[in-house]
């Protein structure tokens, strides 16, 4: 019992304060006249927020801790319940008791989980503040919501039991709904409810796809842990060739749900849709936070099937496929768009397919390169949500358009040069990270002397370049064609009455104001740090690649031995 308590300190803390949250939540949902008076609102609220962020800094804590004294880890997990106890059994089936397993791999992967989920919070918390204006709620369910998906996210994590999975995907997603339909920015706007009505039905169906797939599992091994599969396939092995095709056609169910979770080709129709109604900061949620982490668990799953590759071929080349119908259908939309959440939307399916290609080769060398290009990718988007929410701060406007980012980016050279820097990385142009990560890519394909998909590769990064300098031309260059914008607070002049209710869902069309840009306040600074900070990373890591390859053996070892 002691030993649980030390091990998930931190789960236990978080769940905790979760309960508190939602205590105080209902009392002041049931006192009228402490809901009227935004006074206390405010208050509690943001000591919410930084509950949240000490809570958070914990864990971070923690983590760097057990990282650092991995000795001690490797001491204390073997020998303990944690780490999964295998034993056979006379009726020729394996079975463990593990529900999570707390690693060096895991925690490493919840490190990346807590930093993530840092900036995502600093961003939300900067974001509530312009939002919130006179006449609005502070909903305080907010906070613990964000640490409700953080808590199931760590153990979406740790565990290694697909029922267990299966709740943390879906208390992850219940979680994110709710937040999908607050109207955080004005209450009569529908189309949030619209995003999470359609993220709710595409969840419900890979739910259900991903139960289907469990059902299989658990009649075929009698056991749904993933750490006794391969221990299966490995005791009887005839057996498992005589399962093949049914094991196989499970496998394709389960990692088509997994790929419809993610949003990638052919399973994207929802993507664009809900990136588009969600309210800016819940899109950064989706983007930065839960997608990130649901590609950190394929780890996981690939490291267990990498031992058994023979018997999983299928699964290789479903992630091929998907990779490449992502790369083609992400590039070719993302052409005709002029919104900058459709452009996010099928930019990051783009991406994402480059992702599964590297899992499809089912090389160390390709995971090493989707990890890089996964690490990027999220940099590269809390780059994008700074300067969307920079812009936000200082013109007091939700943007709609790609060249509605020229209002700031045209009166601002060190924005501009710090926000091309990511883009050029991202469209594979040396001497820039993004560069590597495509490199390392392509010589994974040349190590198999696969030529076809080389070539297709070679080809849809340099039509990514070519989209990336469009986006440049657009944004900062092209004349402003849409005048068309979301205003966030009363602005004189701008014919908006934040207090009525027949207004509040409409568009208002504004013309820019000249300089608007310049005016930026002293709030906006360490924004601004952690937008050229991590812009520079780009610039960083590509005039030094060597950084690189330094953490490829690190990283091959936790994916090896943990």
């Known amino acids: ?98 529900f999570f397993r707390k690693d060096l791999f895991t925690v490493f992967l919840n490190l990346l989980l807590t930093v993530i989920t840092l900036f995502f919070c600093f961003l939300f918390y900067e974001t509530h503040k312009v939002t919130q204006g006179r006449g609005q709620t502070y909903y305080l369910e907010v906070p613990v919501i964000l640490l409700t998906i953080f808590l199931a996210l760590k153990l979406f994590l740790y565990a290694y039991d697909l029922m267990l999975i299966v709740i943390t995907l879906e208390l992850t997603a219940f979680s994110t709904i709710i937040l999908l339909s607050l109207p955080v920015t004005t209450k009569a706007n529908i189309f949030p409810f619209e995003a999470a009505i359609k993220y709710f039905v595409f969840n419900a169906i890979a739910i259900s796809l991903f139960l289907f797939a469990i059902g299989g599992y658990y009649a075929i ?22 399962q093949l095709e049914t094991v196989a056609l499970l496998q394709f169910i389960f990692f088509s749900a997994y790929l419809l979770k993610l949003g990638a080709a052919p399973f994207h129709q929802w993507v664009p849709d809900v990136y588009e109604g969600a309210e800016l900061t819940m899109t950064a949620l989706l983007v930065v936070l839960v997608g990130p982490v649901l590609n950190l668990k394929a780890f996981v799953f690939i490291k267990l099937l990498l031992p058994v590759f023979d018997h999983h071929y299928l699964l290789f080349n479903l992630f ?62 809390i780059v ?64 198999q002397q696969n030529v076809g998909f080389l070539i297709l590769l070679v080809f849809y990064i340099v039509l990514s370049a070519y989209l990336y300098l469009r986006f440049i031309k657009v944004a900062i260059f092209e004349k402003l064609q849409y005048q068309v914008f979301i205003p966030l607070r009363t602005f004189s002049g701008s014919m908006i009455n934040q207090n009525t209710d027949t207004y509040q869902r409409l568009q208002t069309t504004l013309q820019p104001q000249k300089n608007l840009g310049r005016n930026l306040s002293v709030h906006n600074h360490f924004l601004f740090l952690v937008f050229i900070l991590n812009s520079s990373l780009f610039l960083v890591l590509g005039f030094l690649p060597t950084i690189c390859l330094v953490f490829q053996q690190p990283l091959l070892s936790l994916f090896l031995f943990y």
Not at 221 to 242: A, H, M, R, T, V
Not at 402 to 419: S, T
């Open 1 to 98: 019992m002691l030993y649980f308590l030390f091990n998930f300190f931190e789960e236990l803390i978080l769940t905790l304060f979760i309960l508190v949250g939602i205590a105080v939540s209902s009392f002041f949902k049931r006192q009228t006249h402490y809901l009227t008076d935004l006074f206390y609102q405010k208050k509690v609220f943001y000591l919410f927020f930084r509950c949240t962020y000490l809570l958070l800094l914990v864990c971070l804590l923690s983590n760097l801790w057990i990282i650092s004294n991995f000795f001690y880890l490797e001491a204390s997990v073997v020998d303990s319940l944690s780490l999964n106890t295998f034993y056979y059994q006379g009726n020729n089936q394996p079975f463990g008791t593990t």
């Open 320 to 381: 091929l496929f998907c990779g490449i119908v992502s790369v083609i259908i992400g590039s070719v939309n993302a052409f005709t768009q002029t919104r900058i959440k459709r452009f996010l939307a099928y930019t990051g399916i783009s991406h994402l397919g480059y992702i599964l290609i590297s899992f499809g080769t089912a090389t160390y060398l390709g995971f090493f390169a989707s990890f890089f290009y996964l690490f990027f990718y999220i940099t590269m988007n």
């Open 221 to 242: 091994y009698k056991s749904i842990n993933l750490l006794d599969f391969p221990l299966f396939q490995l005791f009887e092995p005839g057996f498992c060739y005589e």
């Open 384 to 447: 994008f949500f700074s300067l969307l929410l920079i812009t936000r701060k200082t013109t007091g406007m939700t943007l709609i358009f790609l060249n509605h980012l020229k209002i700031l980016l045209n009166d601002h050279f060190l924005l501009f040069v710090f926000f091309v820097i990511p883009l050029l990385s991202f469209a594979g142009f040396p001497p820039f990270a993004g560069f590597f990560s495509k490199f390392f890519l392509l010589v994974a394909f040349v190590d």
